[in-house]
């Protein structure tokens, strides 16, 4: 079945520490994108990708950055210099061009001990 | 910058009643498309609805219908009928093409309860 993954559901660092969170798509779609979402908050854009080795900043890129060095991956490593790393990150990919929505994956819970 | 504004943080229906939620958005593009994602406790973003800007019917799909006032740059969701399962946040959200790609705007999201 076509859709997006993201792994692992549930991910625990200590502070300090570097982690990377997944995301893969087999829907062949060029644009993909790092969602932040914080409790009682919206989706804030963190960066996204429209084509492979290219990507741009969101709104709250300091202390993220990821890479696309294929279509269908694009993971988010959230660095020591993220002040305040907790909260539920999604994943989402969608076709460049047309009319069409952004597809979700079911998103990881990052929680920092 | 395009925004998206939801006035209800939290709503509450009985179920089997209607319920509409509310949605403005600001922008100056005239082409575009808005949508409303339902995030269930699950937190696995669901597409309900999408509008596109250039059509004047409102979409309807099955129980849910949107009333799109593009002057007034509104986009509310009637959810009929309100069924148990439609406990979930719902985030009216904005797209609109780009010389590179898309950009989604979402709104802060409202929190649906449906009682029974």
Same mark, same amino acid.
């Given at each position: ?16 520490? !570097? ?29 996204y990708?429209?084509?492979? !080795? ?11 950055? &990821? ?6 991956s694009?993971?988010l490593? &959230?660095?020591?210099?993220?002040k !305040? ?15 069409t ?11 920092? &001990? | 910058? $395009?925004t998206?504004? $939801?006035?209800?943080?939290?709503m509450?229906?009985?179920e ?13 593009e005239?082409?575009?498309? /808005? ?11 669901i597409?309900?609805?999408? $509008? ?5 019917? +409102?979409a309807?799909?099955n129980?849910?219908?949107v009333?799109?006032?593009?002057a007034?740059?509104s986009?509310? /969701?009637?959810?009929?009928d309100? $069924? /148990? ?8 959200a904005?797209m609109k093409?780009? +010389?590179?790609?898309? +950009?989604?705007v ?11």
């Amino acid at each position: 079945d076509g859709g997006i993954t993201q792994s692992p559901k549930y991910l625990f660092r200590k502070e300090g520490q !570097n982690v990377t969170l997944s995301c893969e798509q087999n829907l062949n779609h060029d644009a993909m994108y790092w969602y932040r979402q914080d409790p009682g908050q919206g989706l804030r854009l963190i960066y996204y990708s429209q084509i492979v !080795n290219d990507f741009q900043k969101g709104d709250i890129a300091e202390g993220y950055s &990821v890479s696309r060095e294929k279509k269908e991956s694009f993971p988010l490593t &959230v660095t020591s210099a993220q002040k !305040n790393p907790t909260a539920f990150y999604l994943c989402a990919s969608s076709t460049s061009y047309g009319i069409t929505e952004a597809f979700f994956g079911q998103g990881t819970r990052l929680t920092v &001990v | 910058a $395009q925004t998206v504004t $939801q006035s209800q943080p939290e709503m509450s229906v009985q179920e089997a009643e209607t319920v509409t939620l509310s949605c403005t958005y600001d922008t100056s593009e005239s082409n575009y498309y /808005l949508f409303w994602y339902k995030q269930p406790p699950s937190r696995q973003m669901i597409l309900v609805i999408r $509008q596109e800007a250039y059509k004047q019917q +409102n979409a309807t799909e099955n129980r849910f219908s949107v009333n799109f006032q593009k002057a007034a740059k509104s986009f509310s /969701l009637k959810i009929s009928d309100s $069924q /148990l399962g439609d406990t979930a946040m719902y985030f009216c959200a904005f797209m609109k093409q780009q +010389n590179y790609g898309q +950009n989604f705007v979402f709104g802060p999201g409202t929190r649906l309860s449906v009682l029974p």
